[in-house]
């Protein structure tokens, strides 16, 4: 501040209450606390006379709740230390009460609209006394209609939600055309599919409702004004309102986090962020009762957007919301005159902008001697650590989706002119796959199988060449519950150029020339309320792997994480493939990971982005690779023998030697007769079904997630009918649906007490620990060739994470200069999940197996966890693969010890009686001889406990059991504890998984007890596979992997745009995610009207952000 703008030390600022005709008295101590202490350097006192004839008077015309607040008084006392700067509050009654010719003169004027403030007579008081505006009152009327807020936006070319109006209006009937669907609505032509927001056109009106689509549950949310320490609550109601007018838009995926920017003149911002009203309606307050914000960093980007704001509504003083999804800031509302709450910092800056801006504007005209005080640009503060731990900078989690029921599954070859007429309408030809899982579609396919069932009954003889029975089940299934969800039933359609190759066994007529299509339909599948609790105690104890937890957090696990996600330290993204049980998995468990309250259907539509767009996580198991049918025909062949397995068949079906293989065929023996013993096993057990169907007693009885004995004894039937050909041979392929459903029935209805289920659950999982890890490849160059086709887009994007954890402008960022209480501002923890389904898991875990990581013989640690891999048998649900990234600050950053990568894994649920049997591994993270040399720690820097605590989050602590008895206390050398290696956690140890013995509040026992919480399974520990990787041999192992993998990869697409070379090429690009990064031209806009005129910034809005990728990554990927 240059010495012009400096005060008289002998002399307080003038700070006054205005009153009628103009006259002022000065502030006493009624009015405000005393005000000292300097503004800048001091100057030499001049005549009192003098002083007082260069005044300039700045004007407050508001309401008085806002011309009092703590944010105002903080500003104006700032304010009236500049030396020429005098301030008058005109008092509400005068405004209400007065003409305008008896309000008080000044100026500058400063006011702005509020509930009860009459606009129209500031608007006369400015025609009438002609001051300097700092926000103009004609923008005002448009800040109130939410309609012009949009038109001005869109005119400025200022990014924002696709929207449409609805005007209500008897005058205007052609802008009120509303069409409303399950799934979406269209507004005047506009179609806007579920998620999408419904806002009143009035800016005053706060009830903004957003409707959730079928396939996350349905329903909406309703925003209103904070009651409490609630803004929103769910609804069931998933329809539209009917009266008034309103504002349609696309909802946006923000990860549940909203940008609230406000500005000060078009060359300052400042931005805080909160977590998103809409997430689960809980407002986290701070011990005074305040919503607890953080300061973010803008970037250039949404710095330019500020700049436009301020500029486009004239207003000086302004606040706008900001939506940040998929690396893209559209502005959603403009609120007009806005403070920040609660910083110094911030008031600080906001009276030396506005005084520089006043004095600039009027200094000339009142001849007092002025001048632009020069600042230095403010430095960007680089975070600095120090000591040698190292710091956790990223984990990456490939997760299986929880317990689920029954998955079901029938295949049918089409060769009629109506499926080819759907195939087409739907876009079929341009991949040759289609999946159809909205209500229209498979109401589609409904209608297309009554149709064909009706002409097969009028002409028996007719050329429809559908099976009748196949027909029927296709009807019957699509019939199921009354109505369609999109979540539990889907049917897909797959292009055959040559019709359906026929496996020598099924072989019943001759074979069809010319194309058909392969329809499967699929149904079941649905995570059941034991999955939900999985998950979301699994994303509980997920949290203890972060740092942090100590000092006022002691003994509440996990909350480093919540700390630094709460302080916007933490990136997070949650991505799952479109099937409603990952999805479904994925909303649970960032419940438990972040402490969120409520429905899943909310935070499912934020939290969780849907990855199926360019197959990272979905994988369409009925278009199998040449290498998976070649595969699938030997397993048929070698399980098909009627004799005892010899030493060709072992080394023909386990050529790795895995134990897990080698004792399941140690208890089949002979393939044939175990399949003979499971099929007379599931006789057994359908007519047991029936017998009690038939007891008058079983009549009304319910079985686990509201099943009946009707569609028990359907499924267990058709794998009876299924399992056995015509011609007396077993479908090997079957197997992993009968092994599944005698688990669902064992885990969750044993209270019905069937004979013979746990022999049933014996053999059938013996057969499928061969079959289905098998499916996936039997020679280590089968297994690598199958994973590669099903997740080298997901292999790309885990390197591309574990590159990507340096800056990144994309995520909301702790602003340094602004944080209170928050001890390391800089740290920033990147997670990323992925929520998948068996296949990609497997495929996965094959990569890390058989890809050449490292040497077995050479490293002790790599050969222990392939031997405990081995013998692993299954990739139960919540399978885990953990990748955690550490960094050493003092080291090199060129050196390949800077970074250091761990990899850990956990076999997910614990399943029916194989506690005894489970492998054993050495533990999570175990103290090897490296890490005593390099003395590295897993935890943090950061001592939390000198954070200003976090109360409101501790309010309502979650009940996780301190002194639970440990998953596996039988083994000693099992690290449980995460925090053990950290000196400072004060010999608190956290298992980690928490027991399961309690009841979940969310799920309601039934009479017979169910669905009570004791019979979920707990969960596996993670075990650690190696724990000295380096990033240098992480990333090139995985850089020869794509590129192997996408050389085989591109072969396949020229063979399958071959096969429709009339139709366009399919659209599998597994780069898919690549974006440009461009910097903005930063234009200095003229001036547009007498509130502001250009200038030099009058100070800068903090550490300027870099607005291109850091030049040392290699990619220009997208870091989402």
């Not at 934020?606 to 699938?632: E, F, H, I, P, Y």
């Not at 479908?731 to 649906?737: A, E, F, H, Q, Y």
Request: with cysteine; glycine share 6%; aromatic share 8%.
């Amino acid at each position: 501040m240059s010495k012009s703008s400096g005060m008289s030390n002998s002399e307080l600022p003038r700070f006054l209450i205005g009153s009628e005709g103009g006259e002022s008295r000065e502030l006493d101590d009624r009015d405000m606390r005393n005000i000292s202490g300097p503004y800048g350097e001091e100057e030499e006192e001049e005549e009192d006379e003098d002083q007082s004839e260069r005044q300039i008077v700045v004007g407050i015309c508001s309401m008085m709740k806002k011309s009092k607040s703590k944010p105002m008084t903080e500003i104006l006392e700032r304010l009236c230390k500049f030396e020429y700067i005098t301030v008058v509050i005109f008092p509400e009654e005068v405004i209400l009460g007065e003409p305008v010719e008896k309000w008080p003169l000044c100026d500058c004027l400063i006011s702005f609209h509020s509930k009860g403030f009459p606009l129209d007579k500031a608007v006369s008081y400015a025609k009438l006394r002609n001051p300097l505006l700092i926000n103009d009152l004609n923008m005002q009327y448009f800040i109130q209609d939410r309609r012009e807020v949009y038109r001005i936006l869109k005119e400025e070319g200022i990014d924002l939600p696709r929207y449409a109006v609805l005007n209500r209006d008897p005058d205007r009937p052609e802008e009120c055309n509303l069409v409303e669907s399950e799934d979406h609505v269209e507004v005047n032509g506009e179609v806007f599919h579920k998620p999408f927001v419904e806002k009143p056109v009035s800016a005053e009106d706060h009830n903004v409702y957003i409707y959730y689509p079928t396939s996350a549950g349905g329903g909406s949310q309703r925003l209103f004004r904070k009651i409490g320490s609630r803004s929103s609550v769910y609804s069931p109601e998933s329809t539209v309102r009917k009266t008034g007018s309103y504002i349609y838009e696309e909802f946006m995926p923000t990860d549940g986090t909203d940008v609230k920017v406000y500005t000060v003149g078009p060359d300052y911002a400042h931005a805080e962020a909160r977590k998103s009203p809409a997430l689960d309606g809980k407002v986290e307050r701070d011990s005074e009762g305040k919503e607890i914000r953080y300061p973010v960093m803008l970037t250039a980007m949404e710095k330019l957007v500020a700049r436009k704001v301020c500029l486009a509504f004239k207003q000086t003083v302004c606040g706008f919301d900001l939506l940040r999804a998929n690396g893209h800031s559209f502005v959603c509302d403009v609120n007009g005159f806005s403070f920040v709450k609660n910083s110094m910092k911030y008031y600080d800056d906001c009276a030396k902008v506005l005084g520089n801006m006043v004095m600039r504007e009027l200094a000339p005209q009142f001849h007092i001697p002025w001048s632009i005080p020069m600042e230095a640009e403010d430095i960007p503060i680089v975070p600095t650590t120090s000591g040698t731990m190292m710091e956790l900078r990223c984990v990456i989690a490939v997760i299986r989706h929880g317990d689920r029921t029954p998955k079901q599954k029938m295949k049918m070859e089409v060769r009629n002119a109506l499926f080819f007429e759907l195939f087409e309408k739907y876009g079929g030809y341009k991949s040759g796959k289609l999946k159809l899982k909205k209500p229209k579609q498979l109401q589609e396919v409904l209608d297309i199988a009554r149709q064909l069932l009706a002409e097969l009954v009028l002409h028996n003889d007719c050329e429809i060449e559908e099976k009748k029975s196949k027909l029927e089940q296709l009807k019957t299934v699509l019939e199921m519950y009354g109505h369609f969800s999109g979540i539990n039933r889907k049917v897909q359609l797959t292009y055959l150029p040559n019709g359906q190759p026929k496996a020598s066994s099924e072989e019943e007529d001759t074979l069809k020339e010319g194309p058909s299509l392969l329809l499967v339909l699929k149904w079941g599948g649905e995570l059941t309320p034991a999955g939900r609790v999985q998950a979301e105690e699994l994303g509980r104890a997920f949290r203890c792997m972060y740092p942090g937890g100590q000092g006022d957090y002691a003994g509440f696990p996990g909350c480093g994480l919540l700390r630094l996600h709460s302080t916007y330290r933490h990136d997070l993204k949650i991505y799952a493939s479109d099937e409603g049980r990952v999805q479904m998995t994925a909303a649970a468990f960032a419940k438990g990971l972040l402490a969120l309250e409520g429905e899943l259907t909310p935070i499912l539509v934020q939290m969780v982005k849907s990855a199926n767009m360019n197959g990272l996580l979905d994988s369409d198991s009925d278009s199998l690779t040449d290498c998976q049918q070649r595969v699938k025909a030997r397993l048929h062949e070698i399980m098909q023998k009627s004799k005892d397995f010899n030493d060709d068949d072992y080394s023909k079906l386990a050529p790795t030697g895995s134990p897990s293989l080698v004792n399941s065929m140690g208890i089949i023996i002979n393939p044939v007769r175990t399949c003979d013993q499971v099929h007379t096993l599931i006789k057994s057990l359908t007519q047991q079904i029936c017998r009690r169907l038939e007891d008058p007693k079983s009549a009304d009885l319910q079985l686990y997630h509201s099943e009946s004995l009707e569609l028990m004894l359907q499924r267990w039937s058709k794998l009876e009918r299924d399992f056995r050909m015509k011609n007396g041979r077993y479908d090997i392929s079957k197997i992993p649906d009968i092994y599944d459903c005698v688990k669902y029935d064992t885990q969750h209805n044993s209270s019905l007490a069937l004979e013979d289920t746990l022999e049933l659950f014996h053999l059938s999982k013996a057969l499928a620990d061969i079959i289905i890890p098998q499916e996936y490849g039997i020679t280590k160059a089968e297994k690598l060739d199958i994973a590669s086709a099903y997740c080298l887009p997901l292999v790309k994007k885990i390197q591309l994470d574990l590159q990507r954890t340096h800056e990144d402008e994309a995520v909301n960022k702790l602003h340094p200069l602004y944080s209170r209480g928050v001890m390391s501002p800089g740290r920033h923890v990147r997670t990323r999940l992925y929520f998948t389904s068996e296949s990609h898991v497997h495929s996965l875990l094959n990569i890390f197996r058989y890809g050449g990581l490292l040497n077995e013989q050479k490293d002790e640690q790599w050969k222990q966890a392939m031997d405990y891999l081995s013998a692993v048998t299954e990739l139960n649900y919540m399978t885990q693969i953990v990748i955690m990234l550490y960094e050493d600050n003092n080291k090199d950053p060129s050196s390949e010890e800077r970074f250091h990568v761990e990899l850990h894994f956990s076999p997910g649920v614990k399943g029916c009686k194989d506690e005894e049997n489970a492998p054993l591994g050495f533990g999570f993270r175990p103290a090897s001889s490296e890490n005593h040399e390099k003395q590295t720690d897993p935890g943090s820097l950061e001592d939390l406990s000198q954070d200003e605590p976090d109360r409101a989050a501790l309010t309502e602590p979650i009940n996780i059991q301190k002194k639970s008895p440990l998953i596996r206390n039988r083994k000693g050398g099992s690290m449980e504890a995460l925090s053990e290696s950290n000196p400072s956690s004060r010999g608190l140890a956290y298992r980690i998984f928490p027991s399961s013995s309690r009841q979940s509040p969310e799920i309601k026992p039934s009479s017979l007890g169910f669905e009570g919480y004791s019979l979920v399974p707990s969960i596996y520990p993670l075990e650690t596979l190696h724990n000295s990787l380096s990033l240098k041999q992480v990333d090139e192992f995985l850089t020869a992997l794509c590129k192997n993998g996408s050389e085989t990869q591109f072969k396949r697409l020229k063979t399958l745009s071959a096969m429709f070379e009339s139709h366009s090429q399919p659209s599998i690009d597994v780069d898919s995610m690549e974006t440009p990064v461009t910097t903005p031209v930063q234009s200095q806009p003229t001036a547009q009207s007498l509130w502001y005129t250009g200038g030099p910034p009058s100070t800068s809005s903090g550490p300027s952000s870099p607005s291109v990728a850091d030049p040392s990554s290699n990619f220009a990927f997208s870091s989402e």
